[in-house]
């Protein structure tokens, strides 16, 4: 056991020898947060199996992103307005019946707890007795009686006499914070109520992303359609790459953000959404996708954020909808089936056909091999022109020479001829 343990020291004492001389210098790696080293870029062997790609938007638009550890609570109660929008229906529907039970309870104990500290209670059905409020004999008088003034009902049976002050001070208290909360809770479901997320639902984009050529560039291509027959006014569509990041300083961003260009620059990103379009990026230089072929796209671990938004033409509301596409979602030589057909008198929209595609006759190379190859095809008519410039250069040089020399000649004689004349 003992000389086993040696020669396994040994080797292992080789071992980093060996390493030692091959790389002198050791580089201490920072310590990583867990997150930034399970997505630091690992060589997985092909039998490995494929590690799921964890989604940053979900395909329905919602963010898959949970905050957790948030210490400062208090920042939701000063937005209180936001909160209770933001909350489910069925929680703000509680929250809405409670807030006016609690209020009608509230000031109908302080109706009852006037009347009885007044004694109206022990003169009830007497005639020369003024209480507080007439026909008030117990506590749940005193609730409708609540309700009835923050409500303005007012039924006429049970009402305030002139010689209750305390009494004509609360009913003021309570018409006022009655309003408040009126104000409040209806406008909280009003708003809630008229929140596009409903309409943002009639927005729909493809299941898959495309690459295909279209004017002989390499491009990525996704649709989006408006199941709605009223439009949405000033649409525009954005496009952001989701993907892991290590700086040449050596800093690890986990989900870096790019900007994919869809027309910003040429106002293509403004849409006229009548019918379903073909979104269109050009991989060019500035695309994230400059380098990356047929062979390279199922090896990335990437995401394309899609975001379409405008203005509700019915309430004029601003609504988003969103969407993504993981490298899996993006199909390499296809093009969508077309949907739009001419009928009599009007264009028809096929929607069976919206997520179809279509094989084609699409290169495997990046759009950067493809700009290479296409410079190696010009490059010998770029030498031939180069070349017969540089040769007509040299001539030209060498009939300026032959002239210099010339005329150094001719300088030459007429300095001996006037020598000559003067001596």
């Known amino acids: 056991v003992f000389s086993s343990f040696f020669v396994a020291a040994n080797v292992l004492e080789e071992d980093s020898m060996e390493q030692d001389i091959e790389s002198p210098v050791t580089i201490h790696q920072p310590k990583l947060p867990k997150q930034a080293r399970e ?79 007044r004694g109206d209670m022990d003169h009830i059905g007497d005639s020369t007795w003024t209480p507080c409020v007439s026909n008030l004999n117990g506590f749940v008088s005193a609730f409708l009686f609540s309700i009835e003034t923050e409500t303005t009902i007012g039924y006429g049976y049970r009402v305030i006499t002139d010689k209750c002050p305390e009494g004509i001070i609360l009913l003021l208290v309570q018409s006022v914070l009655g309003s408040i909360v009126n104000a409040f809770m209806v406008g909280c479901m009003f708003v809630k109520i008229s929140q596009p997320k409903k309409r943002a639902e009639t927005l729909v984009f493809s299941t898959n992303a495309v690459i295909s050529m279209r004017d002989g560039k390499l491009c990525l291509m996704f649709r989006v359609g408006d199941l709605r027959n009223s439009h949405i006014v000033e649409a525009s569509i954005r496009a952001k790459l989701i993907k892991s990041k290590q700086t040449k300083e050596g800093e690890f961003i986990p989900l870096n953000q790019t900007d994919i260009n869809v027309g910003y620059y040429t106002g293509d990103d403004r849409l006229f959404l009548v019918s379903p379009l073909i979104i269109s990026h050009e991989i060019n230089q500035q695309s994230p996708f400059w380098e990356i072929s047929k062979a390279q796209l199922p090896k990335e671990e990437l995401e394309i954020v899609v975001i379409l938004e ?7 509301m601003t609504c988003q909808a969103r969407s993504s596409y993981i490298t899996s979602e993006i199909l390499w ?89 003067k001596v």
């Not at 405008?310 to 004029?316: I, P, R, S």
């Not at 300026?400 to 004689?413: C, L, S, T, V």
Request: one cysteine or more; hydrophobic letters at 35%; charged letters at 25%.
């Open 310 to 316: 405008g203005m509700v033409e019915a309430t004029g």
């Open 39 to 117: 997505d630091l870029p690992k060589n997985i062997s092909k039998e490995c199996a494929k590690r799921k790609i964890q989604r940053y938007v979900r395909k329905d638009g919602k963010c898959n992103v949970h905050h957790g550890n948030v210490r400062e609570t208090y920042r939701y109660l000063t937005d209180i307005f936001t909160t209770l929008v933001d909350l489910k229906w069925r929680f703000n529907l509680l929250i809405f019946v409670m807030v006016y039970t609690v209020t009608w309870l509230f000031f109908g104990m302080i109706w009852w707890l006037i009347a009885y500290m």
């Open 333 to 421: 030589g296809y093009r969508f089936t077309p949907v739009l057909t001419l009928e009599d008198g009007f264009y028809e929209v096929d929607y069976n056909s919206f997520h179809e595609t279509y094989e084609t006759n699409t290169p495997v190379h990046s759009a950067k091999e493809l700009a290479e190859m296409a410079s190696r095809a010009q490059l010998p008519l770029t030498w031939s022109v180069s070349s017969k410039l540089d040769q007509h250069a040299e001539m030209e040089t060498e009939e300026e020479d032959k002239n210099q020399e010339e005329q150094n000649e001719r300088n030459g004689d007429v300095a001996n001829l006037e020598n000559e004349s």
